[in-house]
């Protein structure tokens, strides 16, 4: 069997739609379930096969009976710089570790992570890390699954993990996906198509497995624990590190399970089950208190240390229906709840639950007709972060008789963030038509996205410090009541799009717009965004392409719901224990007149192909971020202003096989990204709408020197300098396949806050240290063995060579309370197939 596929009239979901469709329409072919006239003709990009260094452009589906021996191959274009498309092949080779996006993209070379995260030490922790696209914020990047907005807009920046009343900490990924279900991940980083809108650094689509109907079930396992990671911690935090308190771990196992189930229901219906669940049991150290004997107090408590489960699971059931007259159409049901169980050892008998909840319906329908194509997409979803604990007053316990030693206990009951969205888009794709010697390819398109935000404390719960007394009743002193209670906003939109690609001979020009309206800050923002493309020579080998293009983010609406949950809180009883019984004075948050935050860009690339197994490509990308909202107090009150503005630079140099060669009998791919970062920003990108813009007129210290505060290099998501090399090797007769990522990091200076200077300057101080450079090699080996046609033996290993480098400053107050990138990682997979 030999396929060529030639997609290129497709925008990036239908190019993959293709694909996927017309290798199940040959699968069944070959299966004899349906008709060898009924397979009509279908084309699809080879480009989006090619995009790493695991999806090598010849595949082999040698495992599989149905399928032919031989491999299929496809005609190759010159790849785009704009997106990056990472097949399940690639996904198969890459070593991910906690199998989640974040893990997946980590090299891309428009990535940057906040390295005093990635080197945290809770590594046990099955939580997505942030990142950010272009130096943008971490919190202005559009995730997508099959093209429905699941993107956290209330408070994503909220990483505080502590047993606090209020507290609920939340994710900009608000499906928290397992990798190994997804059939392929699309990146958007630069010169963006006008249908993506509300986001300012990129887009993730994820996409889940499409169905084929082959009556195939594949199931995988993995383990990896503490004993197989090696870690190094600094002294300052090693004690809170080792007792496992929130966003630590030292001790874990994990063990990750998966089931896919690809079954024909008909001849035009398929169906996808898949589900998985991955399980860190943590050990953590709580206190415990002694009721066996006497009064229960501080002195009769101890430390013990048991398992905490962090546990996310992912369901998905996805069925596809081929209707007559060129119409087909998917219905999805979504699900993924992670639980992070947490304990104290500072608190007694006192346990919470962080949750991360979020399930939906997805239905797409994509009809053909002689004009072209006409698609829409349907979603329902529901976002939930809670913070859930069975208590529901929290107290510190003290005693009259002195003789006996307080101690504090209890939990603030169930408080959750909740986010329900219904999404609908109608898009139509017309047939390429000329005016003259120009060729116009047109679409347009509606977004309507409604989002419904809400605070929701589901019972009363109360704080107090009891005073036991000698005759055993108690008295309380600052008794404070958390009402049960909502607090709620929401925002319809509605976006209107349109672009024409214009080509005359080697000359191509992509003119687009966008128009987005919302009702809640009743802004209407207008997104041009503009391309040219030359083919140079005409033969498609040497590529120049270089855009403008305007994008508009996200409205976080955390701070729209601040102010009235402050209003949820009477004062029972006062610090002198007087009965009082008065509402809380609310805050008072202003964000009347607040402009969208937005980005302009301005990008250029060019592809060369330098021979029939290798291209090279060389980008240039500029963002200017505006109007990012910042926050202030003035007079006791809040007031949220567009005072957040930057500047970020990325310059991206590629290289990557066309298509796999032959070399020590096995079949090889690979790319290589280099790529170079500046950033300058007023604010801390990773605070969100919580940030404060800085005076650019203030005066600090830093390294000693005395500087403008808005001279103060950025330190958060930066990184100047990074390489990745990916390359891997198929032995096809061996069934085996060896896929390693090796990766550079440049020195960089850490940036510390280190208090105020001596009187009468009273200035800022910030101290530098230089963090080294490092590599690091991620090594997987896959095996098929002939013997035993189905089963899959795997070992990933991150950080082969155990480079335990420094790679963030982490704590102002102390020079050797660094972070250190975690160590070399062992993780054993099995599966089957069958």
Known sequence: MRIHVLCGDEDGTGRLFC????????????????????????????????????????????????????????????????SRLYTRQEMDAIPQGNRDLTSLIATHPAVRQNPTVAGSGNRGSLEPESFSIHGESPYQNQFLIDGIGATNVISPQNDNRNLQIGNVPGFSQAYNLDTELLDAVEVYESRVPVEFGHFTGGVVDARIKTPLGINKIGVKRSFNSSNLTQQKMPPKVSEKWEAGEPGYSAIWKKHFSSINADLRISESTAALLSFSRRESEIQRTGKVL???????????????????????????????????????????????????????????????????????????????????????KLGIDQ????????????????????SLSQYTYGGYGTEALEQRQMTAKLRMDWNSFATGNVQHKVYAGVD????????????????????????????????????????????NSLGMYVSNTMQLGNWGWTLGARIDHDNFFKNTNFSPRSRIDWDAFGNGKTQVSMGWSRYYGLDLLGYALTQEKSKLKRTLVDSKGNVVNTPAVAEVHIFDGIKTPRSDEWAFSVTQQLSEYVEGGVSYVRRASRDSVTQDKIDGNYVYVNGGYGNAE??????????????????????????????????????????????????????????????????????????????????????LTWGNRINWNSSKSGVAYLGISAKPEQLEKYGVQKIPAYWTWDTSITWKPRQMNGLILNVDILNMLNKIQPIAVANPSAANNVRYKIGREIWLNAGYEF
């Open 19 to 82: 694909f996927l469709n017309l290798y199940r329409r040959e699968i069944l072919r070959k299966m004899k379930l349906v008709r060898t006239s009924q397979v009509r003709p279908v084309v699809a990009a080879a480009a989006l096969l090619l995009g790493g260094a695991a999806s090598a452009q010849e595949h082999s589906y040698d495992s599989e009976d149905v399928l032919e021996k031989s491999m299929p191959t496809v005609d190759v274009k010159a790849q785009s710089l704009d």
């Open 448 to 491: 309507l996205q409604s989002i419904e935000a809400k605070f929701d404390r589901k019972n009363d719960a109360y704080s107090s410090r009891a005073v036991q007394q000698l005759d055993g009743s108690q008295k309380y002193f600052s008794r404070t009541h958390y009402m049960a209670g909502t607090a709620e906003a929401g925002y």
């Open 290 to 376: 002694d009721r066996s004997s006497g009064i229960p107090n501080g002195k009769t408590t101890r430390l013990v240390s048991t398992d905490q489960n962090d546990q996310v699971d992912n369901m998905f059931a996805k069925f596809h229906k081929d209707f007559n007259g060129g119409l087909e159409a998917n219905v999805t049901l979504k699900y993924a709840d992670r639980q992070e169980n947490l304990v104290d050892n500072f608190f007694a008998d006192t346990n919470w639950i962080n949750r991360q909840k979020a399930y939906g319906l997805g239905i797409d329908a994509m009809q053909r007709s002689d004009q072209g194509k006409l698609t829409l």
């Open 650 to 735: 990325t310059a991206v140099l590629s290289l990557r096989s066309l298509k796999t060669f032959n070399l020590l009998a096995a079949r090889w791919s690979g790319r290589v990204d280099f790529s170079w970062h500046d950033a300058w920003r007023n604010h801390d990108t990773a605070e969100a709408w919580e940030a404060g813009a800085e005076s650019p007129d203030d005066l600090i210290l830093y390294d000693g020197k005395k500087i403008q505060r808005k001279d103060k290099p950025a330190s958060d998501f930066s990184q100047p300098r990074k390489l990745s090399f990916a390359f891997s090797g198929n032995w096809l007769n061996q069934g």
């Open 383 to 402: 976002l939930d972060a809670l913070r859930e604990s069975n208590a529901t007053e929290f107290v510190t316990q003290q005693f009259a008789d002195k």
